[in-house]
């Protein structure tokens, strides 16, 4: 009995049955991305709600919110960057060097949640500036600004929990532990939804107190994630030995984490040029923003569940791949593909026939819902290839293609979106801001897909010939997985 209850919790990558490994891994991470989605839309819908101010105030949130995605950024620059690598690792049958890679991954945790703490709370309302505050912006008026520097400088004191959150839940995944990974979320959420009314509305503390009432969360998010890892169940263990700075390990895990990151902080760079885009073309008018803000959220609400798609079955691609087993790696992403394609395929269609079911989630205004309603279905159109664009792309991760990933991560908003974003608008008005999003989408999308199923069958094939190289030759299996 104790024997079967182990196997249930501790899945073996490399032998249970894909399909059900897929359903026990992927499920949880959706589940975990849609409560992580909470986090943003408890704020937002509470802030919406208070009353003379709910414009201004979720405005400004959409201000804040490119600064807050940097700080999440770096949170998957190590937990997205360093599990593949890890898994590989333990694939390789290399445990030690595994949990090298998790002690190494812990430090440069800590190391970018303190200096982004220092950064936030003394630069602040300079990023607010720069990152076009409707409030600045808009002829002087100053109340969007503030709103958002409260609640950017308590957010900011809370970094470190972030970075914890996301840069160790990673981990957790990689030992197969989705249920335990999904609970690190699902512990803060609870605490959110909870808490938000309370500090918001109960206790007066408008914005203030729903970035008090998220960094409290993630701190209880924070929390249960670090003491996992101090049970006996868990694979990865921290050992001040193991914490001992690698510049290889590092970089490897850097290597692979830059495209992650650069598709989670280049969502900083959009949220930039869409706000300044839309000053310039109605005028500082922050209803515009606020429909934007409401949007964004729609957009997470595809990306955010097939992001978990991918990321929770990383652990089986990147274990199967390491050990050189082609037909399991191939198993799990037919699977994968075709849920994803149903996943998108479902939110588009609801995005083009109901976009303003979006406005009444946020307790927008009567012109907020206007605009939402005028412009979703141009904003959401490519969301049907995200299927590619956020699951395929976390699979070239988790096979080790860094330099792949990069390209794909760069591709849909600094080469296509962002120039898109400052040219339409010069033809189209505020319209042309809002269409660039699906334009950008859809072609990205397809480039994705297509270079996904030619290259492929060729990095499986590059790996299977290396390992047999290996074995001829009498090396070790402890190569490093490719890419990497």
């Given at each position: 009995m104790n024997k079967g209850t182990v196997k249930r919790r501790l899945p073996d990558?490399?032998?249970?049955?894909?399909?059900?490994?897929?359903?026990?891994?992927?499920?949880?991470?959706?589940?975990?991305?849609?409560?992580n989605l909470l986090y943003n839309m408890v704020d937002r819908i509470y802030v919406g709600a208070i009353e003379g101010a709910g414009t201004q105030a979720l405005a400004a949130l959409g201000v804040v919110f490119p600064i807050t995605l940097i700080v999440t950024a770096f949170g998957y620059l190590v937990?997205?960057?360093?599990?593949?690598?890890?898994?590989?690792?333990?694939?390789?049958?290399?445990?030690?060097?595994a949990n090298r890679v998790f002690c190494n991954a812990f430090v440069m945790l800590v190391a970018f949640g303190v200096?982004?703490?220092?950064?936030?709370?003394?630069?602040?309302d300079g990023l607010l500036v720069l990152f076009g505050a409707p409030g600045v912006?808009?002829?002087?008026?100053?109340?969007?600004?503030?709103?958002?520097s409260d609640y950017l400088f308590v957010y900011g004191l809370g970094s470190v929990f972030v970075m914890l959150v996301v840069g160790l839940n990673p981990y957790i995944t990689a030992q197969g532990r989705s249920v335990i990974s999904m609970m690190t979320v699902l512990v803060g959420a609870v605490l959110n939804i909870a808490l938000d009314p309370l500090f918001i509305f109960a206790f007066g503390?408008?914005?203030?107190?729903?970035?008090?009432?998220?960094?409290?969360?993630?701190?209880a998010g924070a929390v249960w994630a670090f003491g996992f890892f101090f049970r006996k169940s868990s694979?990865?263990?921290?050992?001040?030995?193991?914490?001992?700075?690698?510049?290889?390990i590092m970089?490897?895990?850097?290597?692979?984490?830059?495209?992650?990151?650069?598709?989670?902080?280049?969502?900083?760079?959009?949220?930039?040029?869409?706000?300044?885009?839309?000053?310039?073309?109605?005028?500082?008018?922050?209803?515009?923003?606020?429909?934007?803000?409401?949007?964004?959220?729609?957009?997470?609400?595809?990306?955010?569940?097939l992001n978990g798609l991918g990321t929770g079955v990383q652990p089986l691609v990147s274990y199967n791949y390491g050990a050189g087993n082609s037909a399991r790696v191939k198993s799990t992403v037919k699977i994968i593909t075709v849920?994803?394609?149903?996943?998108?395929?479902?939110?588009?269609?609801?995005?083009?026939?109901?976009?303003?079911?979006?406005?009444?989630?946020?307790?927008?205004?009567?012109?907020?819902?206007?605009?939402?309603?005028?412009?979703?279905?141009?904003?959401?159109?490519?969301?049907?290839?995200?299927?590619?664009?956020?699951?395929?792309?976390?699979?070239?991760?988790?096979?080790?293609?860094a330099k792949i990933s990069v390209f794909l991560a760069c591709l849909r908003k600094i080469v296509l979106l962002i120039p898109l974003c400052f040219v339409l608008p010069l033809f189209l008005g505020a319209f042309g801001v809002y269409l660039s999003e699906g334009i950008a989408d859809i072609a990205a999308g397809v480039i994705t897909a297509f270079t996904f199923f030619v290259r492929f069958p060729r990095i499986l094939a590059k790996r299977e010939e290396k390992l047999r190289a290996e074995e001829a030759d009498g090396g070790s299996n402890g190569a490093s997985a490719g890419g990497v």
């Amino acid at each position: 009995m104790n024997k079967g209850t182990v196997k249930r919790r501790l899945p073996d990558l490399g032998k249970d049955r894909v399909g059900m490994l897929v359903f026990k891994l992927a499920l949880p991470a959706i589940a975990a991305q849609l409560i992580n989605l909470l986090y943003n839309m408890v704020d937002r819908i509470y802030v919406g709600a208070i009353e003379g101010a709910g414009t201004q105030a979720l405005a400004a949130l959409g201000v804040v919110f490119p600064i807050t995605l940097i700080v999440t950024a770096f949170g998957y620059l190590v937990g997205l960057g360093g599990a593949p690598v890890a898994n590989m690792r333990m694939g390789e049958g290399r445990p030690d060097e595994a949990n090298r890679v998790f002690c190494n991954a812990f430090v440069m945790l800590v190391a970018f949640g303190v200096a982004l703490t220092l950064v936030v709370s003394f630069a602040g309302d300079g990023l607010l500036v720069l990152f076009g505050a409707p409030g600045v912006l808009n002829n002087g008026v100053a109340e969007a600004i503030d709103y958002a520097s409260d609640y950017l400088f308590v957010y900011g004191l809370g970094s470190v929990f972030v970075m914890l959150v996301v840069g160790l839940n990673p981990y957790i995944t990689a030992q197969g532990r989705s249920v335990i990974s999904m609970m690190t979320v699902l512990v803060g959420a609870v605490l959110n939804i909870a808490l938000d009314p309370l500090f918001i509305f109960a206790f007066g503390m408008g914005v203030r107190g729903a970035a008090l009432a998220t960094i409290i969360s993630q701190a209880a998010g924070a929390v249960w994630a670090f003491g996992f890892f101090f049970r006996k169940s868990s694979v990865f263990r921290f050992r001040l030995r193991d914490m001992r700075p690698k510049a290889k390990i590092m970089l490897s895990v850097v290597a692979l984490g830059l495209s992650p990151f650069i598709m989670t902080a280049t969502e900083s760079a959009v949220q930039i040029v869409f706000n300044v885009n839309l000053h310039m073309s109605t005028g500082g008018d922050d209803t515009y923003t606020a429909a934007l803000t409401v949007m964004m959220s729609a957009l997470q609400m595809v990306s955010m569940p097939l992001n978990g798609l991918g990321t929770g079955v990383q652990p089986l691609v990147s274990y199967n791949y390491g050990a050189g087993n082609s037909a399991r790696v191939k198993s799990t992403v037919k699977i994968i593909t075709v849920t994803a394609l149903a996943i998108s395929t479902s939110v588009w269609l609801l995005s083009l026939t109901a976009p303003t079911l979006y406005a009444l989630i946020f307790n927008a205004d009567a012109n907020v819902t206007a605009l939402v309603k005028k412009y979703t279905p141009f904003f959401m159109m490519g969301t049907i290839m995200f299927f590619a664009q956020m699951t395929l792309q976390n699979t070239f991760i988790a096979l080790g293609q860094a330099k792949i990933s990069v390209f794909l991560a760069c591709l849909r908003k600094i080469v296509l979106l962002i120039p898109l974003c400052f040219v339409l608008p010069l033809f189209l008005g505020a319209f042309g801001v809002y269409l660039s999003e699906g334009i950008a989408d859809i072609a990205a999308g397809v480039i994705t897909a297509f270079t996904f199923f030619v290259r492929f069958p060729r990095i499986l094939a590059k790996r299977e010939e290396k390992l047999r190289a290996e074995e001829a030759d009498g090396g070790s299996n402890g190569a490093s997985a490719g890419g990497v």
